[in-house]
């Protein structure tokens, strides 16, 4: 058969479906996905085969169908039908569990095999509002289920794996180990989510993977990829409250609030925070309610709201007081004293307040040092070299600053790079000082190797 389409021609003839049977599946799958105006027949689909281009949602549609007829993920791309909606898509909260599947499905493979297509795609600066609003109020709807929870062998190993990638991104860097763990997800945690189970295995499956898929979010953020860390937080946060865990959900909001906040928009950052502590009203999480509190002290900070940030930091510590390490998730094992004080002196520097910028960032520096975390290390020696510098104090500030390059050059981080290279903008005032001009040959060496 010769067509002008002959991707979706070869599919067709290899699922040895009529065209009146695809048809058919394309209806059941568009009302699944609560798209009920979908109604092709066969003539619709012979004109696709000659060249027709279906319109949105359709290209997703026949993409499920033959995905569910094969058994693996087959995408618009493979069908001849362009890039989709993979990359809008993953913008949007959607309430049709089905249909967050196929799309989370979606952007995992998109991020493997067209990683530059989906890189392209640009950050919606608000593109939280929606979501954060839905999880909230969709979270505090929610009742307690009773019972322990399910623990079925795949979602075990799910959760197993979470801790091996959590601890590569931790000590590596997020450039490090996020294509093997999208690979991971691509191969085996996201077919999981399409096969048939009850609900309880269902919910803790689908929390595994929310947990996995905000990884995979925080490596991309932590590797500059912003566009497509934005689209895993946000279905991260729709697969936590399929999960029915408020804890989980929250977390996710605090790294959309981060990522808000270094992008330039603090107020959709505090925002952000604020609704990720509204939906822990009825749960208790010491370690997620104490980042979320330094997270808005952050987007305080840069608000020049000093006495509010001041206080947010005061919640925070207060907060961790709480912290039973053995009670927490894994997803938690990062918020410890090298986080929060690390980011506490950010929120200080913002502030213009060295003194207590350095008291933290000297209290970060001590633990991380002890545990090895150069990533963290690096981004807290780059906040005393601010705070050396807010003092005037440019040899103190040079030699903390070529620390930070040598704990940065040992991760692959765009953070660190970032946090090198502001300090290198904040040295400028110093003119053409010799230690100004070291540490700028030093930056040069650091940015060619990353």
């Avoid at 001590?366 to 104090?393: K, Y």
Wanted: proline fraction near 4%.
């Amino acid at each position: 058969m010769t067509s002008s389409n002959e991707q979706l021609a070869q599919w067709l003839d290899r699922s040895q479906m009529s065209r009146g049977e695809l048809a058919r599946r394309v209806k059941l799958k568009a009302l699944a996905w609560r798209q009920p105006h979908i109604t092709p027949d066969a003539t619709r689909i012979r004109c696709w085969l000659q060249g027709q281009t279906p319109r949105a949602p359709l290209p997703d549609v026949l993409a499920a169908v033959f995905s569910d007829h094969f058994g693996f993920r087959v995408t618009t791309y493979d069908l001849g039908l362009g890039d989709g909606g993979a990359a809008e898509a993953a913008l949007v909260y959607n309430s049709s569990y089905a249909a967050t599947v196929e799309v989370v499905a979606d952007l995992g493979r998109a991020d493997v095999d067209r990683r530059k297509f989906l890189a392209a795609a640009p950050f919606a600066a608000i593109a939280g509002v929606g979501p954060s609003r839905d999880w909230l109020l969709n979270t505090l709807d929610q009742k307690p289920k009773p019972g322990p929870q399910v623990r079925l062998e795949d979602v075990s190993a799910v959760k197993n794996m979470f801790t091996t990638f959590q601890r590569m991104d931790i000590f590596q860097g997020g450039g490090s180990g996020r294509p093997a763990l999208a690979e991971y997800m691509n191969q085996h945690v996201y077919p999981l989510l399409r096969r048939t189970h009850g609900e309880e295995v269902r919910r803790a499956l689908c929390g595994a993977t929310a947990e996995q898929t905000y990884l995979l979010g925080w490596m991309a953020y932590d590797n500059g990829e912003h566009s497509v860390a934005q689209r895993y937080l946000v279905q991260s946060l729709r697969l936590a409250e399929e999960s029915g865990d408020a804890a989980l959900g929250a977390h996710v909001l605090a790294g959309m609030a981060d990522q808000a906040t270094l992008l330039g928009n603090p107020v959709e950052g505090r925002r952000l925070a604020q609704a990720g502590r509204q939906g822990l009203r009825d749960t208790d999480s010491p370690a997620c309610l104490a980042d979320l509190w330094c997270l808005e002290g952050r987007a305080l900070a840069l608000l020049g709201e000093k006495a509010a940030a001041a206080r947010a930091v005061a919640r925070s510590e207060k907060a961790y007081e709480r912290v039973d390490l053995a009670g927490e998730p894994d997803w938690a094992a990062f918020i410890d004293p090298a986080y929060l004080h690390g980011e506490h002196a950010n929120t200080f520097r913002d502030l213009g307040d060295p003194q207590s910028a350095e008291e933290h960032a000297r209290r970060s520096i001590e633990h991380a040092a002890g545990q090895g975390r150069a990533r963290r290390g690096a981004m807290s020696q780059a906040a005393l070299a601010v705070s050396h510098l807010q003092r005037n104090d440019l040899e103190a500030a040079h030699g903390t600053g070529v620390r930070t390059i040598t704990l940065a050059g040992r991760v692959k981080s765009s953070r660190c790079v970032e946090a090198v290279q502001d300090l290198q903008r904040r040295m400028r005032p110093f003119g053409r000082h010799r230690l100004v001009a070291d540490f700028d040959a030093r930056v040069r060496q650091l940015t060619m190797a990353a």
